[in-house]
């Protein structure tokens, strides 16, 4: 069964971190490329960070130097390490997976696995 389980959101101030956590299902996860999206109110779902089975990382602008994606494949988890949070990285925050390396693929399209979300809330 496909499977990807979000955790690790919450409420924090301005400046502060938080790191999220996708497990999942060992069937998708040692293939594919993993990816933390965004959707804030109003607002179009985005790509953050992507990693792929190979460990090559890529980042949107906004979150450049601020944000890390990692993976344990012993642990079939991926994180997403936030650090000097802004109010404007407030969102339900997405888990990702799909068959795919190219950046500009997750930065067009909606396709692949999807975990429930995570709500982030960056405010004081």
């Known amino acids: 069964q496909v499977q990807l389980v979000e955790s690790g959101g919450g409420l924090v101030p301005p400046g502060g971190s938080l790191r999220l956590s996708c497990a999942a299902s060992?069937?998708?996860?040692?293939?594919?490329?993993m990816a933390w999206y965004r959707q804030a109110p109003g607002k179009e779902r985005e790509v953050v960070a992507t990693?792929?089975?190979?460990?090559?990382?890529n980042y949107a602008d906004a979150v450049k130097g601020r944000f890390t994606i990692s993976r344990d494949n012993a642990k079939i988890t991926v994180y997403l390490e936030m650090n000097s949070l802004k109010p404007e990285d407030t969102a339900v925050y997405y888990c990702?997976?799909?068959?795919?390396?190219?950046?500009?693929?997750?930065?067009?399209?909606?396709?692949?696995?999807w975990g429930q979300g995570t709500q982030v809330t960056v405010s004081s």
């Open positions: 990693i792929t089975n190979t460990g090559i990382t």
């Open positions: 060992a069937s998708i996860f040692r293939f594919n490329t």
């Open positions: 990702n997976a799909r068959p795919v390396v190219d950046w500009g693929h997750f930065r067009n399209f909606l396709t692949g696995y």
